[in-house]
C-alpha cells in the first residue's frame, strides 16, 4: 500500500506571494491533518480534514485554509507568505473512523519564504 | 492552556545501552498519548501509544510508561542501536476521536556506536 505523498517536497516563495501544498493520504484513509513544523514552535496542528469537512482546527490565522476533495487528497493554501512561514509543513492521513486512529504522516514540504 | 513539553532536548547513549526518553504534559483531561520518530528528511513515524487508563505498555524493543499522578510520559528503548538516532516526540489526543495531536518539541536521540 503507497504511504501519504506530499507534493511538491520544497518550495520557495516569496513575501507576499501564496502557496498552494497537497497530499495524497493512503487508499482508504478518509482524514487528513495537517501540521507546520519549525525549529522553535516544533510540530503545530494546522486543521484536520474528513470527508471533505474541516473537523478539527488549531489556532492559526485566517491565512491558512485548506480543503478536501472526494477522493480523501487534500490542499493546504497560505495567503500573503510572511517570513515566519518559512516550514516543514506536514500531512498526516488516517482512517478518520470513531475512536482514536493511527496517523500516518508524509515526508513533508519544506517551504523557504524569502 | 494545554502544553507537552520534553525534559531533554539531546540524549547522548551508547549502542547497545537502554535509552529513556522523558515527556511532560499539563492537560489531565488527555486520555490518548504517542510517541513519534523522525528521522532527517522524514516525516514522524508512529512508535507506540498508550491510553489513559494503562499505565505501562510494551512494544518490540520499546516501552511507554505513563504516571499520571504527576502527568509524566516516558519511552524506554532497550538495546538501543544506531538506527535509534532520530528525534523523538511525545504528543497527546486533545479531543477524544479526532486527529488533533499536540506534540512537544522533541527529543534528539544521538547513539554512540
Known amino acids: 500500500k503507497a504511504g501519504v505523498t506530499q507534493t511538491p517536497r520544497y518550495l520557495i516563495k516569496t513575501r507576499g506571494q501564496q502557496v498552494t501544498l497537497s497530499c495524497s493520504p493512503i487508499s482508504g484513509h478518509r482524514s487528513v491533518s495537517w501540521y507546520q513544523q519549525t525549529p522553535g514552535q516544533g510540530l503545530q496542528f494546522l486543521f484536520e480534514?474528513?470527508?471533505?469537512?474541516?473537523?478539527n482546527k488549531g489556532n492559526f490565522p485566517g491565512r491558512f485554509s485548506g480543503r478536501q476533495f472526494s477522493n480523501s487528497r487534500s490542499e493546504m493554501n497560505v495567503s500573503t507568505l510572511e517570513l515566519g512561514d518559512s516550514a516543514l509543513y506536514l500531512c498526516?492521513?488516517?482512517?478518520?473512523?470513531?475512536?482514536?486512529?493511527?496517523?500516518?504522516f508524509g515526508p513533508g514540504t519544506r517551504l523557504t519564504v524569502t | 492552556g494545554e502544553s507537552v513539553g520534553l525534559h531533554l532536548p539531546t540524549l547522548s547513549v551508547q549502542e547497545g545501552d537502554n535509552s529513556i526518553i522523558n515527556c511532560a504534559y499539563s492537560?489531565?483531561?488527555?486520555?490518548?498519548f504517542i510517541w513519534y520518530k523522525q528521522e532527517s528528511g522524514k516525516g514522524p513515524q508512529f512508535i507506540i501509544d498508550i491510553r489513559s487508563n494503562m499505565d505501562k505498555r510494551q512494544g518490540q524493543r520499546v516501552t511507554v510508561l505513563l504516571n499520571k499522578t504527576v502527568k509524566h510520559l516516558s519511552l524506554q528503548i532497550a538495546a538501543t542501536q544506531p538506527g535509534d538516532s532520530a528525534v523523538y516526540f511525545c504528543a497527546e489526543l486533545a479531543a477524544r476521536g479526532y486527529q488533533k495531536v499536540t506534540f512537544g518539541t522533541g527529543t534528539k536521540l544521538q547513539v554512540i556506536p
Open positions: 498526516a492521513s488516517s482512517s478518520g473512523t470513531s475512536g482514536i486512529n493511527e496517523q500516518y
Open positions: 480534514y474528513f470527508s471533505e469537512t474541516q473537523r
Open positions: 492537560n489531565s483531561a488527555s486520555d490518548y
